[in-house]
């Protein structure tokens, strides 16, 4: 974990874009037709990989500004409500604040999302946006908690390891 400012920036560099591109990824295969039905996601081509990389460049940069300015702080404020570093396994107390920062994360992503490419990019109405921003939430909420659970979050925290390796 970082230790100072500048290791703080760095993880807080790595860990939007793990979450903006493997997001990205979902989303453009839904978008391209992959189909949802069991067995649909192994119909992916090496395309989506490309074009959800370029889409994650711009939203990668909008997940950091969020989580910077109020996601990492509320997120860590709910995971303190259900653990204590002191008296828990220290594991536990990362993985709820990881669920506080998805809970916060993903609904104000979803909006952002929704507002970007259904109402300025896609053309729907204005008036429809609470609908869209709720059908955007459910179907991303479950990529969102499983993607940083079991991906970006290992992926980051190896990746920061590597980095800053500790001396013994």
């Known amino acids: 974990m970082p230790k100072n400012k500048f290791q703080g920036f760095i993880f807080g560099l790595i860990m939007p874009y793990a979450m903006a591109y493997g997001m990205e990824v979902y989303n453009v295969a839904i978008r391209d037709g992959v189909d949802l039905t069991a067995g649909g996601f192994s119909n992916m081509t090496n395309a989506i990989f490309l074009e959800a990389l370029e889409e994650a460049v711009f939203m990668g940069l909008i997940v950091l500004l969020i989580s910077s300015l109020w996601g990492n702080r509320l997120g860590a ?31 104000t992503m979803s909006l952002v999302a929704s507002v970007l490419f259904n109402i300025i990019l896609g053309d729907s109405s204005v008036i429809q946006l609470p609908a869209i921003w709720i059908g955007t939430l ?18 980051t925290h190896w990746l920061f390891g590597k980095i800053f390796r500790e001396r013994k």
Not at 83 to 96: A, G, Q, V
């Open 77 to 107: 404020a709910i995971g303190a409500r259900h653990c204590n570093p002191e008296k828990d396994n220290p594991y536990i107390c990362r993985l709820m604040r990881q669920a506080g920062t998805i809970a916060v994360m993903c609904p």
């Open 138 to 155: 459910l179907k991303n909420f479950p990529m969102a908690f499983f993607w940083n659970m079991f991906a970006a979050a290992p992926f």
